[in-house]
């Protein structure tokens, strides 16, 4: 029997991710099955990026709840920045922060 599929939705499937995930039409929230969702904000931030969710950022913030948001620590070595459990440190200009 197929899944239901409720009006007001779009249906898609992630190779990267290996699930199926729901936009709404109106609001253009994401949700993936597994519980995980994200926001307008985040997949502009994501689209800026590349456009394509890595799994492990999809994990950690699965794990940690997290938001992706752009970097505005303006720090001068060229990388982002990471905050995690109060701590800051530098991570590779092609990885998200995650909160």
Do not use: C
Not at 32 to 61: A, C, M, Q, R
Request: without cysteine; charged residues 30%.
């Amino acid at each position: 029997m197929p899944k239901e599929r409720k009006p007001g939705w779009d249906y898609y499937y992630s190779e990267a991710l290996k699930l199926e995930f729901a936009i709404h039409k109106d609001s253009g929230w994401v949700y993936f099955p597994d519980g995980v969702k994200y926001s307008p904000e985040e997949i502009n931030v994501l689209s800026n990026e590349g456009g394509v969710i890595e799994l492990s950022v999809h994990n950690v913030k699965k794990i940690f709840n997290g938001e992706i948001v752009k970097n505005e620590y303006g720090n001068t070595n060229g990388g982002n920045t990471h905050k995690a459990g109060g701590d800051i440190q530098d991570i590779k200009n092609d990885e998200l922060e995650i909160y």
